[in-house]
Structure formats: structure tokens, C-alpha cells
């Protein structure tokens, strides 16, 4: 009996994932839709273009990080969007030697803008990563007056995870996924500041960015799509 390799078996789970959740459309579900739309072509094609829309801005996939640790990437969910003020906060640059500020640092209005009314406006979006119903990462965009800000037509990128949970490749799987949905989504380009002294750079770099502008303290860096 043939014995399944590492990745065969990841993408086996995967696929296992995808049927249970519904990303994966068999007979049955077509024989479904099609009845309950009395076989009529137009309400049928406007169902499937409603489904698959959903199911692209959801864009859920099955990653791992490492041999034990297996987490989703799901979209933020309307009663998670508290989540982000707790992930703004662990977003801070801390450099070396500096104590942390105080957490309601992120309700000045500078900060604010990454979540007030988050969901609402052109451009918001956000995944996390999702470790058995505890979320420990997120990334989001919105098209914002932030430090990173190059035009009214490019989503600024923001994202952190809890520092346990950090130099494990899933920042990286989640910057990548989310410039995948901009992409689909018809953007051109991304944007982001981070300060010169954050280890993120290497990350940015790697999944694409490019530093357009800088000052004494930041690099603003841009990702064309």
C-alpha cells in the first residue's frame, strides 16, 4: 500500500477542508442549486456567480506552519472586528531598549484610522490566522490617509501577530493571501511604511514590496499587483 508523503497528505487534509466547508462544488451541490432554481438557467447563474464571489472574498485556505501546528487563514468575521484594535497595538515598533507604550495609544487619532468604523469603507479588508478558533494574526488594508498613504487608490497594508506566534512564516502567508484578494479584487498596487529598524523589511521585501520613499525613520514600500 502506497504511503502518502508530507505534502500529498497536507493536500489530502486540504481538500478534505475545502469539501466540508463548501469550497468545493460536487454533483450533489450542483443538483441542489439547480433544483431549488426550478432548472432555470438565469436564477441557477445568478446563485453560482453569488456562491463564488463569496467564497473568493472569504478566500479560506488551509496552511502549516510547521509539522504540528496547522491554522486557517479565514476572513475577519463582523464580530471579530474588535480584534484589531488588540493586533494595531501588538503592530507597534518597539525598538530595542524603549519601553512599550501605553495601550490607549492606539486610540489617538493617527492610529484610529486603521480601525474606526472597520468594514465600512472602500478598500477594507482583513484575514487572520486562525489556530483552532484562536485568532493570533491579522493582516488588513483600507485605502487610508495612514504613514503609509501613496494615493486615493491604494490599500495600505497593516499587520501583526502575537509574539508567540511570530517568526514562523505566517506573516508572510498572510501578506501573500491578502495581496492574492487585492489583486482579484482589480488593485494595481499596495502600499505600507515600516520603521528601517524592523525585522518586517526582509518579510516585505520578500513577498514583493519595493521601497518607493523614505525618511529618517521609515520606508515606504509598494507592491504593484
Known sequence: MKQLKEKEYEEFQQYLYN????????????ELICGSNDNEPEPIGRQILEMLGRVRNEHISHMTSDKHKK???RSLRKGETDLLKDFLYEAIFIPKGTESPARDIIEKPELRVYTDDFGTRKGDNCLVADFG????????????????????ETPSFAISLYKEYRGQGIGSQLMVKMLELLKWQGYER????????????KMYKNVGFKTVDENAEEYIMVCEL
Open 19 to 30: 469539501k466540508a466547508h463548501g469550497y468545493i462544488w460536487t454533483p450533489d451541490t450542483l
Open 71 to 73: 491554522y486557517v487563514i
Open 133 to 152: 478558533g484562536k485568532v493570533v494574526g491579522a493582516v488588513w488594508t483600507r485605502i487610508m490617509d495612514d504613514y503609509g498613504h501613496v494615493d486615493d
Open 190 to 201: 499596495a502600499s505600507l511604511a515600516v520603521q528601517k529598524e524592523n525585522y518586517a523589511v
